[in-house]
């Protein structure tokens, strides 16, 4: 959500030198929105580092990390802003080095607290706030219109990957994990052939070897959906164009993004 209409103050040569690029492509008043902009990041784990580094190169004036997570063993896998040995630390102090180092005319923040325990003014000093929305919420499509059984044949079958994900989160309290990947597999298998049935589609749609795909986070599917999600706020703190509707999806085994608008539940 953006709520910043008109961002004053101008650039000064450094900063000209520093996004000549950026201000040839979309212009000086769009850099200056920018370098007006405040952003809250919630969230550090490889897609959130991938938005973080897309920002602050960006040029945005202030970017607050927030998470109250620890590194687990596996975060480093697509954490790049992460150094080795940062196991056990907080997962955003564990990022803000690097994440500095990107751009020193940017303010980066650190902010550990849980997004639960924060009050709603908290978020007024924000223009943008990046926040990852529960994946239930997101992806609830009512399809028991005709319009909606005519566009469930047409939907990537990456919407339903997620269904199936969802499925095993709920049911499991957990996302799938490389220590029970056996039982998590046909588990899945399992969620997959029900969830599909329920909707009136063919199992094959996901075929068995999409399990693999779901134990941990790819560090090149991260750096491509990041650079999505970061263009789109800085389409929304800029003014230039129209955001995407309303979804975005990734294969990253065929290496190819699609945008599916899909109806509210």
């Known amino acids: 959500m953006v709520e910043k209409e008109e961002a004053g103050g101008g650039i000064s040569e450094e900063e000209a030198?520093?996004?000549?690029?950026?201000?040839?492509?979309?212009?000086?008043?769009?850099?200056?929105?920018?370098?007006a902009s405040r952003v809250l990041l919630v969230g550090m784990k490889g897609l959130g580092a991938e938005i973080a580094k897309n920002l602050i190169l960006a040029g945005v004036k202030g970017l607050?990390?927030?998470?109250?997570?620890?590194?687990?063993?596996?975060?480093?896998?697509?954490?790049?802003?992460?150094?080795?040995?940062?196991?056990?630390?907080?997962?955003a102090e564990a990022s803000l080095e690097r994440a500095q180092n990107l751009n020193p005319m940017v303010d980066v923040k650190v902010d550990t607290e849980d997004?639960?325990?924060k009050p709603e003014s908290f978020f007024t000093q924000f223009d943008a706030k990046v926040v990852f929305c529960p994946v239930k919420e997101a992806l609830e499509v009512d399809w028991s219109t005709e319009k909606a059984k005519a566009a469930l044949k047409r939907t990537t079958s990456d919407y339903f990957l997620l269904q199936v994900l969802l499925k095993f989160r709920t049911?499991?309290?957990?996302?799938?994990?490389?220590?029970?990947?056996?039982?998590?597999?046909?588990?899945l298998l399992q969620i997959r052939n029900d969830v599909l049935d329920s909707?009136?589609?063919?199992?094959?749609?996901?075929?068995?070897?999409?399990?693999r795909y779901c134990f941990s986070e790819m560090a090149p599917v991260c750096a491509v959906v990041g650079g999505i999600l970061a263009q789109e706020v800085v389409k929304a703190l800029s003014q230039r164009d129209p955001p995407h509707n309303?979804?975005?999806?990734?294969?990253?085994?065929?290496?190819?993004?699609?945008?599916?608008?899909l109806g509210p539940k």
Not at 65 to 84: G, K, N, Y
Not at 173 to 182: C, E, I, L, N, V
Not at 199 to 208: E, K
């Open 17 to 35: 030198a520093q996004y000549d690029r950026q201000i040839r492509l979309w212009g000086l008043e769009a850099q200056k929105r920018l370098r």
């Open 64 to 91: 607050t990390m927030l998470d109250h997570e620890q590194v687990s063993p596996e975060d480093p896998r697509a954490q790049f802003l992460i150094r080795t040995g940062s196991v056990g630390r907080n997962r």
């Open 115 to 117: 997004i639960e325990k």
């Open 171 to 187: 049911d499991k309290g957990r996302d799938p994990s490389s220590d029970t990947y056996g039982e998590d597999s046909e588990l």
């Open 199 to 211: 909707l009136g589609v063919s199992p094959d749609l996901l075929p068995d070897d999409f399990v």
């Open 246 to 261: 309303n979804f975005f999806f990734f294969d990253g085994m065929k290496g190819n993004g699609i945008v599916e608008c």
